[in-house]
């Protein structure tokens, strides 16, 4: 069964560097997303992409952060100058289509700022 | 960002036993709904999708009333395998973006 693939499973950084969270969604599909949940608390929408745009965001997803899909295949999250709050797990998600689509989840990266 | 409110329990019960969980939405524009499964620092996975017939899957049934803004997720004969974070998700298809608005979940542990 085809399945979001995510790396790294756990980064470590430091304040103010900068990460790359990557994904591959699952091939066929068209929609994609970045969450991310930090400990303890909910699931939390950051990011929506369709159509090689942002389609929607929220407002934890400021400045610092950027989406991109570089080639067919990865999409990445880039988060330019992390601070400790950024720590958290971040999920990537895809689904096929509009509408009321399952959104498939990947098994997420840990990020830890120090 | 409208709210999703569940419970956060936690449920302990028997196997065996049938536990039900409630959430309510705050958004009356959503329009879709579904049960989420969360185990411990794992990723989301869908348990069902919710829809206003209300529909059933094996042991678990799901219910939606849009006049309440409510909706429901029973478990009949527990198993330990469903001990997990049950999460209730609404879908507002606003801006064609369908991001998901997520509950803080209900836990529940179901012992020997």
């Known amino acids: 069964e085809p399945e979001v693939t995510q790396t790294p499973s756990h980064q470590v950084t430091q304040m103010g560097q900068e990460v790359i969270l990557r994904c591959v969604p699952i091939?066929?599909?068209?929609?994609f997303y970045w969450y991310r949940q930090i400990l303890g608390q909910k699931v939390e929408f950051l990011v929506s992409f369709y159509n090689n745009e942002i389609s929607e965001k929220s407002e934890i997803f400021d400045d610092q952060f950027s989406v991109e899909r570089p080639d067919g295949s990865n999409f990445t999250l880039k988060i330019r100058s992390t601070k400790l709050e950024d720590s958290a797990m971040y999920f990537c998600a895809s689904k096929v289509r509009g509408g009321q689509e399952t959104q498939y989840f990947g098994p997420g990266t840990r990020l830890l700022v120090l | 960002r409208k709210e999703v409110e569940q419970d956060p329990g936690p449920f302990n019960v028997p196997e065996g036993a049938t536990v039900a969980f409630n959430c309510t939405y705050s958004n009356s524009a959503s329009q879709s709904f579904f049960w989420y499964r969360q185990d411990c620092r794992k990723e989301p996975k869908l348990l069902m999708s919710v829809y206003s017939s209300g529909n059933e899957d094996g042991r678990f049934t799901a219910q939606l009333n849009r006049a309440s803004q409510y909706i429901s997720l029973l478990i009949r004969d527990s198993k330990l395998s469903d001990s997990a974070t049950y999460l209730c998700v609404v879908n507002m298809n606003s801006n064609s973006g369908y991001a998901l608005n997520f509950g803080k979940g209900t836990s529940l542990l179901v012992t020997p």
């Open positions: 091939s066929n599909h068209l929609y």
